[in-house]
Nanobody, 125 residues
Framework: QVQLVESGGGLVQPGGSLRLSCAAS????????IGWFRQAPGKEREFVAA????????VYADSVKGRFTLSRDNVKKELYLQMNSAKPEDTAVYYC??????????????????WGQGTQVIVSS
C-alpha cells in the first residue's frame, strides 16, 4: 500500500524557518518524481516545488524560489522541503505527492496519483 506522510508543520514567525518532511512507504521513493503543493483557506491548491526521480531536476514556484529548498534522501525514503524567510502568505496545508509514471518534476497536481494527508504551516507573529 502506497503511503505518503507529511510532518514538520507548525507555527513559525515571519522570517523564520521550518523543515517539512515527506515519508514514503509501500514503494521505492527513488523511482518517483515527487511534488509539494499547498492549499490556503479559501484558495485553490497551488504548486510549490517538485523534484525528478533522479534528483537532478528541481523546479520551484516563483513565490518560493530562493526561499524554499527541496531535497530527497532515497535511502531514508524521505523528501524534505526547507522553508526559509517564511512569509504570512506561506500559511497553508502542505501536501507531498508522487506518481509512478512520472520521472520528471511536474507542476501539475493532476499528474500525481498519490497524496499525503497534509501538514499545517502557519506563519504568524
Amino acid at each position: 500500500q502506497v503511503q505518503l506522510v507529511e510532518s514538520g508543520g507548525g507555527l513559525v514567525q515571519p522570517g523564520g524557518s521550518l523543515r517539512l518532511s515527506c515519508a514514503a512507504s509501500g514503494f521505492t521513493l527513488d523511482y518517483y518524481a515527487i511534488g509539494w503543493f499547498r492549499q490556503a483557506p479559501g484558495k485553490e491548491r497551488e504548486f510549490v516545488a517538485a523534484i525528478s526521480w533522479s534528483g537532478d531536476s528541481i523546479v520551484y514556484a516563483d513565490s518560493v524560489k530562493g526561499r524554499f529548498t527541496l531535497s530527497r534522501d532515497n535511502v531514508k525514503k524521505e523528501l524534505y522541503l526547507q522553508m526559509n524567510s517564511a512569509k504570512p502568505e506561506d500559511t497553508a496545508v502542505y501536501y507531498c505527492a508522487a506518481d509512478p509514471s512520472l520521472v520528471q518534476a511536474s507542476r501539475d497536481g493532476s499528474e500525481y496519483e498519490y497524496w499525503g494527508q497534509g501538514t499545517q504551516v502557519i506563519v504568524s507573529s
